[in-house]
């Protein structure tokens, strides 16, 4: 995984596209068996029901591309910061 760290960039989104900025406090990648990888990545955010809530996290290739999304299903104002995984990337 050395150097694929570096490489990567954990992007952030907020419903609605003017709410204030998450924040990621901390990405943990960890190799799988198979080669692919989990990401677990804690995020707070000052979400205050379902209309202003980080809805989603994404690895992003160094040039921008998407590499994964995780989508976040749900307001997450009584557990900040909050830690969610996405298991199986593969990485280009």
Do not use: C
């Amino acid at each position: 995984m050395k150097g694929v760290t570096a490489a990567l960039l954990i992007g952030l989104s907020a419903a609605p596209a003017l709410a204030d900025d998450p924040e990621i406090l901390g990405a943990k990648v960890i190799r799988n068996s198979d080669g692919s990888y989990r990401f677990d990545v804690t995020v707070r955010h000052d979400d205050t029901g379902w209309e202003h809530y980080a809805d989603k996290w994404e690895v992003l290739h160094p040039d921008g591309t998407v590499l994964a999304t995780r989508v976040l299903l749900h307001p997450h104002e009584t557990e900040q910061p909050f830690t969610r995984s996405l298991p199986s990337v593969r990485l280009p």
